[in-house]
Protein backbone atom coordinates (compact mmCIF):
# COMPACT_ATOMS: atom_id res chain seq x y z
CA UNK A 1 0.00 0.00 0.00
CA UNK A 2 0.78 3.88 -1.04
CA UNK A 3 1.86 6.43 1.27
CA UNK A 4 0.37 10.37 0.90
CA UNK A 5 2.40 12.80 2.50
CA UNK A 6 0.74 16.84 2.59
CA UNK A 7 2.29 19.58 2.91
CA UNK A 8 1.82 23.39 2.56
CA UNK A 9 -0.74 24.47 5.41
CA UNK A 10 0.00 26.86 7.36
CA UNK A 11 -1.59 30.86 8.96
CA UNK A 12 -2.55 32.39 6.55
CA UNK A 13 -5.24 35.79 6.55
CA UNK A 14 -8.59 36.18 4.99
CA UNK A 15 -8.42 36.72 1.20
CA UNK A 16 -4.75 35.17 0.99
CA UNK A 17 -4.00 32.41 -0.44
CA UNK A 18 -1.97 29.00 0.07
CA UNK A 19 -1.23 25.66 -2.37
CA UNK A 20 -1.29 22.35 -0.80
CA UNK A 21 0.81 19.41 -1.88
CA UNK A 22 0.41 15.36 -1.71
CA UNK A 23 3.37 13.55 -2.38
CA UNK A 24 2.71 9.71 -3.14
CA UNK A 25 4.95 7.12 -2.87
CA UNK A 26 5.37 3.43 -2.53
CA UNK A 27 2.98 2.64 -5.65
CA UNK A 28 2.26 4.98 -8.93
CA UNK A 29 -0.97 6.57 -8.03
CA UNK A 30 -1.35 7.67 -11.34
CA UNK A 31 -4.39 5.97 -12.42
CA UNK A 32 -6.42 6.46 -8.86
CA UNK A 33 -8.68 9.18 -8.53
CA UNK A 34 -6.93 11.80 -5.82
CA UNK A 35 -9.08 14.28 -3.62
CA UNK A 36 -8.75 16.37 -1.24
CA UNK A 37 -10.81 16.31 1.81
CA UNK A 38 -10.93 18.55 4.97
CA UNK A 39 -12.28 18.51 8.41
CA UNK A 40 -12.72 21.04 10.87
CA UNK A 41 -12.85 20.79 14.60
CA UNK A 42 -16.30 19.11 15.70
CA UNK A 43 -17.27 18.57 12.25
CA UNK A 44 -17.58 15.50 9.82
CA UNK A 45 -15.38 15.30 6.69
CA UNK A 46 -16.31 17.31 4.02
CA UNK A 47 -15.25 17.17 0.31
CA UNK A 48 -13.44 19.72 -1.43
CA UNK A 49 -11.89 18.29 -4.57
CA UNK A 50 -10.90 15.43 -6.56
CA UNK A 51 -9.24 14.77 -10.26
CA UNK A 52 -8.94 11.95 -12.45
CA UNK A 53 -6.42 10.61 -14.06
CA UNK A 54 -7.26 12.21 -16.87
CA UNK A 55 -6.89 15.65 -14.66
CA UNK A 56 -11.33 15.66 -15.37
CA UNK A 57 -11.59 17.29 -11.90
CA UNK A 58 -14.37 17.57 -9.71
CA UNK A 59 -15.24 20.38 -6.70
CA UNK A 60 -17.41 21.11 -3.58
CA UNK A 61 -19.26 24.01 -5.26
CA UNK A 62 -20.78 25.40 -2.56
CA UNK A 63 -17.81 25.73 -0.99
CA UNK A 64 -14.96 26.52 -2.65
CA UNK A 65 -16.20 27.46 -6.22
CA UNK A 66 -14.32 29.60 -7.82
CA UNK A 67 -11.64 29.86 -5.18
CA UNK A 68 -9.70 26.14 -5.15
CA UNK A 69 -8.09 24.73 -8.10
CA UNK A 70 -7.55 20.70 -8.07
CA UNK A 71 -4.23 19.44 -10.37
CA UNK A 72 -1.91 16.62 -10.36
CA UNK A 73 1.43 15.85 -11.92
CA UNK A 74 1.63 12.20 -12.71
CA UNK A 75 5.04 12.07 -13.33
CA UNK A 76 5.94 13.39 -9.46
CA UNK A 77 3.26 11.14 -8.32
CA UNK A 78 1.88 14.41 -6.61
CA UNK A 79 -1.42 16.43 -6.29
CA UNK A 80 -2.21 20.20 -5.67
CA UNK A 81 -4.51 21.76 -4.22
CA UNK A 82 -4.38 25.79 -4.55
CA UNK A 83 -6.52 27.95 -2.19
CA UNK A 84 -6.94 31.78 -3.22
CA UNK A 85 -9.78 33.99 -1.24
CA UNK A 86 -9.23 32.20 1.80
CA UNK A 87 -12.19 32.59 4.32
CA UNK A 88 -12.25 31.77 7.73
CA UNK A 89 -14.53 29.27 7.36
CA UNK A 90 -11.63 27.17 5.48
CA UNK A 91 -9.96 26.70 8.25
CA UNK A 92 -9.34 22.49 9.00
CA UNK A 93 -7.39 19.73 8.85
CA UNK A 94 -6.98 18.84 5.42
CA UNK A 95 -6.25 15.46 3.74
CA UNK A 96 -5.57 13.87 0.29
CA UNK A 97 -6.65 10.32 -0.43
CA UNK A 98 -6.50 7.93 -3.31
CA UNK A 99 -8.93 5.70 -4.63
CA UNK A 100 -10.58 3.91 -7.16
CA UNK A 101 -14.20 4.57 -6.20
CA UNK A 102 -16.36 5.80 -8.70
CA UNK A 103 -18.02 8.44 -6.05
CA UNK A 104 -15.93 10.61 -5.81
CA UNK A 105 -16.88 12.78 -2.67
CA UNK A 106 -17.29 9.94 -0.89
CA UNK A 107 -14.31 9.34 1.51
CA UNK A 108 -15.78 5.60 1.31
CA UNK A 109 -14.58 5.82 -2.27
CA UNK A 110 -10.36 6.01 -1.18
CA UNK A 111 -8.42 3.77 0.59
CA UNK A 112 -5.24 5.68 0.74
CA UNK A 113 -5.21 8.65 3.40
CA UNK A 114 -2.46 10.87 4.27
CA UNK A 115 -1.92 12.25 7.57
CA UNK A 116 -3.67 15.87 7.05
CA UNK A 117 -2.23 19.20 6.80
CA UNK A 118 -3.67 22.26 9.17
CA UNK A 119 -4.77 25.11 7.37
CA UNK A 120 -5.74 28.18 9.42
CA UNK A 121 -7.25 31.35 8.10
CA UNK A 122 -7.54 34.22 10.51
CA UNK A 123 -10.03 36.99 9.82
Known amino acids: QGQLVESGGGLVQAGGSLRLSCAAS????????MGWFRQAPGKEREFVAA????????YNTDSVKGRFTISRDNAKNTVYLQMNNLKPEDTAVYYC????????????????WGQGTQVTVSS
Open 97 to 112: AAGQGSHWSRPGSYDN
Open 26 to 33: GRTFSTYV
Open 51 to 58: IGWSAIST
